[in-house]
Structures are given as C-alpha cells and as structure tokens.
C-alpha cells in the first residue's frame, strides 16, 4: 500500500494524539466549548454534521481561532457533504462508514481523511483507498488489543479508535498502537448544557497527560 496517494496526519494530530467530537444543540455553541479545549491541549476537533449549522459556522470559527486549533468535519456520508465541507475549509474529515469517494475527494484535496469502519475489510478498504488513519468505530464492541491484530496482516495501517474511548482507557489504545484517539461524550461531558467550562479544559489536559505518558513510555 505504500504507493497509494496519502494525506499525512497533521503536525498537530501527530504531537497531541487526541480527537475531541463536538455534537451540539447547534453550531452557535461552538466556540467557547473550542476554547476550553484549546486551554487543556486538545487542539484537534472534529465539528459534526448532526449539529444544526456546522458548516457555516465553520469558516467563523476558523477565523476566530487561526492556527491555535485544526477543525475538522465528521460525521459526513457522501462526497456533496465532503465538497461542502471542504469548501467551508474543513483541515480534515471523519466519515462513520467506509466512504471511498469521500476519502478520494479528501486525498485529491490535499486534506487529510479518517474513514470509518469496524471489520478487518471496511477497514482495510479504507487505508486502501488513501485514508491518513482509519477510524475504527464504535470501539469499544472490540477493545484496544484490535489495533494489534490489525498490524499482523496489516502493518502499515494506522487507526484512530472512535466511539466509547474515554480518558481512562485512552492511554491503553495509545500503548496498543493507535495514531491517536477520539472522544466525544466522555471528554465533553455537560460542557452544552451549561457545564463548567473550566472542568472541560481540566479533562482535556488530562487526557492529554494520559495519552502524553502512554506515547513516551
């Protein structure tokens, strides 16, 4: 697989190794919850397209943040939401299914994609069709021992786990393997619901510290 055209990972992905998922009542809520996250290290942040008015928030929040922080895309389905998104100026895109036009228009882009699958095959025709880490989703049916027995007849592949990682077990997918993780529910807890935001940044600096000790040890 070494000669399929790949967008690399971000310089920011690869340091930080952490994914944060925002679904929100609508996009308008956005922006402090970005900044929270940005406080506690986790700068990368996928803004997805079952919250009400996430791509035409997004070109807003890019100016708003600059380089502080890379936002992508997620939850897309079809290579008009994928060209929307880009459009609007995605930095990458998550997709929850194994969508090889969507990761094509990424790649042709020069953006870097993250297809979702779960089986060795959706898997394996994701990374195939250029994807820089596939997204393995929902994680937690197969536990991070999966990445490994992934790397036996897939060795070049790189995953991202999706959907039931929390910062407890963050550090063992780390430690098995994976690019990096992805959290949603356990990282952002009650932060749209008028949660405190600075609890918000201290969970973010703490699976940031999980993930950190687990990528040097």
């Known amino acids: 697989m070494t000669d399929v ?7 920011t992905l690869t340091r930080t190794r952490v994914v944060a998922v925002l679904r929100a009542r609508n996009a308008d809520e956005y922006a402090p919850v970005v900044d929270a996250l940005r406080a506690g290290g986790v700068l990368s ?31 897309v389905t079809d290579v008009d939401q994928a060209a929307a998104a880009l459009d609007a100026g995605a930095q990458f895109l998550v997709t929850p299914i194994t969508a090889d036009a969507v990761t094509r228009l990424a790649v042709e882009r020069g953006v870097a994609v993250f297809p979702g699958g779960l089986t060795p095959s959706e898997l394996f025709a994701g990374w195939s069709a250029g994807a820089t880490a596939v997204k393995v989703f929902p994680a937690n049916t197969v536990g991070s021992g999966y990445v490994s ?23 063992e997918w780390i430690r098995a393997g994976a690019m990096a993780v992805s959290l949603g529910g356990p990282l952002l807890g009650d932060a749209f619901a008028g949660g405190d935001l600075a609890a918000l940044t201290a ?12 990528a040097a040890a």
């Open 5 to 11: 055209a790949r967008v690399p990972a971000s310089a």
């Open 45 to 75: 942040i996928e803004l997805t397209l079952s919250t009400p008015g996430a791509i035409e928030h997004l070109p807003a929040l890019l100016r708003r943040f600059g380089d502080a922080v890379e936002l992508g895309v997620g939850t």
């Open 149 to 171: 027995a992934l790397r036996g007849p897939f060795p070049e592949i790189e995953v991202i786990p999706s959907g039931g990682v929390s910062i407890a077990n963050a550090a």
């Open 203 to 214: 969970r973010a600096a703490e699976v940031r510290r999980v993930v950190d000790e687990a």
